[in-house]
Nanobody, 122 residues
């Protein structure tokens, strides 16, 4: 089993920034890919960014050039640096992990954190 705990959410004004963190524990040797997913009220869930253990990344088009995903293997921590935030980025952000290759869909991920709220005001 893998446990994931997110932190770093909050309320910011548009064009502001936040750094989300996700601390992983448990059977972390089994993790091959991690990602950040978000769920906004009335919107479909989407996997906004993913990263492999080797450092390969992918992003959904709406966050490219604004969000950066990274991981610190020594600290077993995943990050999401969010810049130039927009009101439409308002959502609960979830950390996710899986033992398989990088995936763009939320359903492919097995382990989930409890989520952290990001609210962006105009």
């Amino acid at each position: 089993q893998v446990q994931l705990v997110e932190s770093g959410g909050g309320s910011v004004q548009a064009v502001g920034s936040l750094r989300l963190s996700c601390a992983a524990s448990g059977s972390i040797f089994s993790i091959k890919a991690m990602g950040w997913d978000r769920q906004a009220p009335g919107k479909q869930r989407e996997m906004v960014a993913g990263i492999t253990s080797g450092g390969s990344t992918n992003y959904v088009d709406s966050v490219k050039a604004r969000f950066t995903i990274s991981r610190d293997s020594a600290k077993n921590t995943l990050y999401l640096q969010t810049n130039s935030l927009k009101p439409e980025d308002t959502a609960v952000y979830y950390c996710a992990a899986r033992g398989g290759p990088l995936a763009r869909t939320s359903i492919a991920y097995v382990y989930w954190g409890q989520g952290t709220q990001v609210t962006v005001s105009s």
